[in-house]
């Protein structure tokens, strides 16, 4: 199975270093010094969001059943039989916005200047090349992981399985803590 | 935060501005939210060009930074950095009070000493002779010795902290190589210290941050107030109002905002000159009203009306019922010139440090002053010209409040009580309960506490347990606002022993009833004043200011100089409450050493509750302490 995005939402501390890489990704220049100088500038398909003192990187989960590709009428959203990702061709996306309608996780974005459905692509350049998604590569605490469905899986596995062993480990004094129990749960 | 108990003056501003489709700090705030992480935790550092580095919290990323400085090491000289800017700004406000009075006594400044009270008691703590002299002369020497911290480069201690700040202290902070000499080279060494490459030791640089807030206390708070005082007079008890409803549909509205009553107490001066000019536009009067620190100068020497703390100003722009706003230094938020464009309000700008786009710039420097506060005063008049007939939308929202408890108006008002030893009312009443304590409640206004109402909640749970709350700066004013300085907030609020005492205090006063149980102390610069009385009574007691049961709060943080503010009570021995956590939870070492081990070393820790309720509990609990430890 391909690679996708998952994220460990304990670990995102919404520093939104992901939504600068994306958007420099999704530029010309693939640049920040040139993306910022751009005109349409470069938009990020990627948006932390605050949920208390939680924060939570919300994009696209490229479903294995993608509602965004049964709506679409015209068949500009497709998956890539390459990388299982799900992605919009702009030169059949007519904006009618169905896309934005039926997606559960509001992973598409209406781009008001283009009047195209936007939308994560997971980096096909970067993919190609063996790298990881920008958002991915550019994440400092490992809230966004690039793995398999499996790899995952077998990661939180692991970590349960050490616990289960070693008990509970120690608590962390990483300030994070400390910062989310004063500003409270919600 | 769970409670939502926005004020009702803030409600009436926003629906103002609302209408009006003004995007306000909070829908800025709105998106810019959620913060950075990194940012809140102080592990984001930015000083050199190998960075910026950023420490992860759970331990999967970088430990440490490009040059292999740890996370306590990094939050500490971002903290010092923090004191930095909040020390420069008091003493540069301070050094430019001392240079307007040297220039007012040389008669190149038209300015003149109306303190004589002060220039007196001081010239007595500096050993300055006054028999036979002129004041004008005895205050030379005073501007001599100022002038003289400034200049120095020996190591020989800072004229101002030696002679003012208590020896016992003093003995302290000399253990711990605190002691400063001349503050511009501190400010300087901090700098150079925390540069890439220099002090990477987190003890030795939280250090330096008690040693940067001493200079903030002692040069830029106390040295500052001092010769404000000799130049302005020493503030007496005035009864004023507070909020947005003092402005005035028909009058020409002058708000003064920023902090150096340098600028303000001129254009006061210039606007009932020039009364008659706005009499002949068709205005009924010149309403000058104070906002943010420079209105609590006015209001403490004048009682002018205060319209507004530092979150309300782009919201009273809204109104459009201000003519003109005239800002000096600090807190002007460039939104305003913005705001500004869109009434016709003339926007001024005067100071040289602080330019803003689309602001109008009319410089202001004392040689000058009064050429330059006429043209201000001018401009107010002839921007309500353009505004007269026009509607405005002035929400009528006020209170009554008592301003002007300078030390001194408060030791004249226990005078009567006590001729021979005015304190000793207030120490009574200390040691028998009936005031359980006092908490100095400081800073700034925050949009990010203003939903809970953290300031005016937090001091009504104060009262209730007869705790004694003096404040300053823009926490006076939300006080003020919230009708916490009258009489009546004594009887709805205080506990009975508190009440009882205030009553006394009120008939004393010759007031018509009790008075208030918020005392106005000043601006945010008149700290220092909170940090005399409680040297007097600790002096009186005979122990330490750190014995006193008595805290410090900053319930709604935004500026680095309280931070540094903050730090000075800490030096003292004071513990702090403090809202929103400060930038340092990102090293651990730090964050123990500023809430635990810093009780060993000056006796004050610093404790961050973002609940007005938990933050009073906390103050009080750590009042109950200091009480047992005295035997009371």
């Known amino acids: 199975m391909s690679r996708t995005i998952f994220t460990v939402v304990e670990n995102c501390v919404a520093c939104k270093s992901c939504e600068i890489a994306c958007a420099v990704e999704h530029s010309q220049s693939k640049t920040l010094a040139g993306a910022i100088l751009e005109t349409p500038p470069p938009q990020r398909r990627i948006n932390v969001e605050g949920v208390g003192a939680y924060s939570y990187p919300s994009r696209c989960q490229h479903c294995s059943d993608a509602s965004c590709i049964t709506a679409c009428p015209t068949g500009a959203m497709q998956r890539d039989c390459g990388t299982d990702a799900v992605f919009s061709d702009s030169n059949k996306c007519i904006g009618c916005w169905m896309c934005v309608v039926v997606c559960p996780f509001g992973g598409v974005t209406a781009d008001q200047s283009s009047k195209k459905a936007l939308k994560c692509d997971r980096c096909p350049e970067r993919t190609a090349r063996g790298e990881a998604p920008a958002c991915v590569a550019a994440c400092p605490t490992g809230t966004l992981l690039y793995l398999t469905p499996e790899e995952f899986a077998a990661q939180r596995r692991q970590a349960t399985a050490r616990a289960a062993v070693c008990g509970e480990q120690p608590a962390q004094t990483n300030g994070m803590d400390i910062l989310r129990s004063l500003k409270g749960a919600n | ?632």
């Open chain 2, 1 to 632: 935060m769970a409670d939502t108990t926005l004020p009702v003056i803030e409600g009436a501003l926003l629906k103002v501005a609302h209408d009006k489709g003004f995007a306000t700090a909070r829908d800025r705030l709105e998106v810019m939210s959620p913060q950075c992480g990194f940012g809140e935790l102080g592990t984001c550092c930015r000083i050199c060009y190998m960075g910026p580095c950023r420490i992860d919290p759970f331990g999967n990323g970088p430990k440490t930074g490009v040059c292999g400085l740890t996370p306590d090491a990094m939050v500490a000289r971002n903290l010092l950095r923090d004191t930095v800017g909040g020390t420069a700004s008091h003493v540069g406000h301070a050094r430019h009070v001392l240079l307007t009075l040297r220039d007012a006594l040389n008669g190149k400044a038209p300015y003149q000493v109306k303190g004589v009270s002060k220039v007196m008691a001081l010239a007595k703590t500096f050993g300055v002779p006054t028999e036979g002299r002129e004041v004008n002369d005895i205050c030379r020497d005073l501007v001599n010795i100022a002038l003289e911290d400034f200049g120095r480069q020996d190591e020989l201690p800072n004229n101002w902290v030696s002679k003012r700040a208590p020896a016992a202290e003093q003995a302290l902070w000399s253990d711990l190589g605190l002691m400063y000499s001349n503050p511009h080279n501190e400010i300087e060494t901090a700098m150079h210290a925390t540069s890439m490459g220099n002090d990477a030791d987190p003890v030795s640089l939280m250090l330096r941050v008690l040693k940067m807030s001493l200079i903030d206390g002692w040069t830029g708070l106390t040295l500052c107030v001092d010769l404000q005082d000799i130049l302005f007079g020493v503030p007496e008890i005035a009864v004023t109002e507070a909020a947005v409803g003092v402005l005035e549909e028909n009058s020409v509205n002058l708000a003064a905002h920023g902090h150096n009553p340098v600028l303000s107490e001129k254009i006061l001066e210039w606007a009932e000159k020039l009364e008659g000019e706005a009499l002949a536009a068709g205005a009924e009067r010149i309403n000058v009203v104070g906002v943010c620190c420079t209105g609590n100068e006015l209001s403490m020497r004048h009682g002018v009306k205060l319209a507004a703390h530092n979150s309300q100003t782009e919201l009273i722009l809204a109104t459009g019922a201000v003519d003109a706003m005239v800002v000096d230094i600090q807190c002007i938020w460039p939104q305003l010139a913005q705001v500004a464009k869109c009434f016709d309000t003339a926007f001024i700008t005067t100071d040289a440090m602080v330019r803003i786009p689309d602001a109008r710039h009319i410089p202001f420097e004392p040689h000058h002053a009064d050429e330059s506060a006429r043209q201000i005063v001018q401009a107010a008049i002839d921007a309500f010209r353009r505004r007269r007939g026009k509607p405005v939308d002035i929400p009528q929202h006020k209170s009554t409040a008592v301003a002007g408890l300078s030390v001194e108006a408060i030791i004249d008002l226990l005078s009567k009580l006590d001729a021979e030893d005015p304190l000793k009312p207030v120490i009574d009443n200390v040691a028998n309960g009936n005031i359980f304590g006092f908490v100095g409640v400081v800073g700034c206004s925050s949009i990010k506490f203003r939903d809970n109402a953290m300031t005016e909640e937090m001091v009504k749970h104060l009262l209730r347990q007869n705790v004694l709350v003096l404040t300053t700066g823009c926490t006076a004013h939300i006080c003020a606002q919230d009708g916490l300085m009258t009489s009546e907030a004594t009887y709805r609020y205080c506990g009975d022993g508190l009440k009882a005492v205030l009553v006394v205090l009120g008939k004393a006063a010759g007031l018509d009833g009790p008075l208030p149980p918020v005392w106005h102390m000043g601006a945010c610069v008149d700290n220092s004043r909170i940090v005399d009385l409680m040297v007097a009574l600790a002096e009186r007691l005979g122990v330490k200011v750190g014995q006193l049961p008595a805290v410090g709060s900053a319930p709604e943080l935004v500026q680095e100089k309280a931070v540094s503010i903050g730090g000075s009570f800490l030096a003292l021995g004071v513990s702090c409450h403090i809202a929103p956590a400060p930038r340092i939870l990102g090293g651990p070492m730090v964050t123990k050493l500023l809430t635990e081990d810093l009780q060993e070393l000056t006796g004050a820790v610093v404790r961050v509750e973002l609940e007005p309720k938990g933050a009073a509990d906390w103050m009080v609990a750590h009042i109950a302490g200091k009480r047992a430890a005295l035997g009371i």
